[in-house]
């Protein structure tokens, strides 16, 4: 059992930043592929990156590419989300998510444990 926790979301303008963090409970941390999803309003909820067990390799959408990453640190048992140079479209509740199905590291239905999400607005 894995519980998930966000945090760091807020409302900030147009190019700026903001450093999500996801903190997790539980011994088996390192054992899970872990990512970062978005939710619009009106919207289905999409993949935003994953990171895999030790954090060797990392994952983006498209539309994140250059300016968001991803990191995890172990130790801590926490992923981190950098966003910078954030846009409108990039408003959403942000959920942290942990799965053990890396080939399927992109998809909702993969993901065994979430959290209950952080709001991020950007605004204009």
């Known amino acids: 059992q894995v519980h998930l926790v966000e945090s760091g979301g807020g409302l900030v303008q147009a190019g700026g930043s903001l450093r999500l963090s996801c903190s997790a409970s539980?011994?088996?941390?390192?054992?899970?592929?872990m990512g970062w999803f978005r939710q619009a309003p009106g919207k289905e909820r999409e993949f935003v990156a994953a990171?895999?067990?030790?954090?060797?390799?990392?994952y983006y959408t498209d539309s994140v590419k250059g300016r968001f990453t991803i990191s995890r640190d172990n130790a801590k048992n926490t992923v981190y989300l950098q966003m910078n140079n954030l846009k409108p479209d990039d408003t959403a509740v942000y959920y942290c998510?942990?799965?053990?199905?890396?080939?399927?590291?992109?998809?909702?239905?993969?993901?065994?444990?979430w959290g209950q999400g952080t709001q991020v607005t950007v605004s204009t």
């Open positions: 990171i895999t067990w030790r954090g060797g390799n990392t």
């Open positions: 539980g011994r088996t941390f390192s054992s899970y592929v």
């Open positions: 998510a942990a799965t053990r199905d890396f080939l399927r590291r992109t998809s909702t239905q993969s993901y065994d444990y």
